[in-house]
């Protein structure tokens, strides 16, 4: 004979309910919060591309005056360079003329009274 039927139960008690809900997080911070956010950060931006903007037009104005006052020193200093080269240049004509009867040095081989200005060489 065979062993006599049972049917399997619940546990005593019930069962544990089960979990169906959706566990969802909250939605975040709400649509004013963030406008306010992004208006924050915009107009902080603004203010900082604003001092940008200050701070680049001085430095701009100080380029400028700077350029103002070296220029008079620059123009003496190419002048006294031109003047230098001048006296070399007439040294040397003297040395390779020196034979040739009737030549000055460093006078115009034009024979007119414009003037002309000297050779000017980059190098």
């Not at 950060?41 to 070296?70: D, M, P, S």
């Not at 220029?71 to 200093?77: K, T, W």
């Not at 040395?95 to 081989?109: C, L, Q």
Request: some cysteine.
């Amino acid at each position: 004979m065979a062993a006599p039927y049972r049917q399997d139960m619940p546990p005593a008690g019930g069962f544990e309910s089960i979990k169906y809900k959706r566990n969802l997080p909250l939605r975040g911070p709400g649509a004013y919060a963030i406008l306010g956010g992004v208006t924050a950060i915009c107009a902080y931006g603004f203010y900082r591309l604003g001092q940008g903007n200050l701070e680049r037009r001085e430095l701009e104005r100080e380029k400028v005056w700077t350029r103002i006052h070296l220029l008079p020193i620059l123009m003496a200093e190419g002048d006294r360079d031109q003047y230098r080269r001048q006296q070399a240049a007439i040294a040397r004509e003297k040395e390779i003329m020196k034979d040739v009867p009737g030549w000055e040095a460093g006078k115009s081989v034009y024979h007119n009274d414009r003037k002309h200005s000297p050779e000017v060489r980059i190098a």
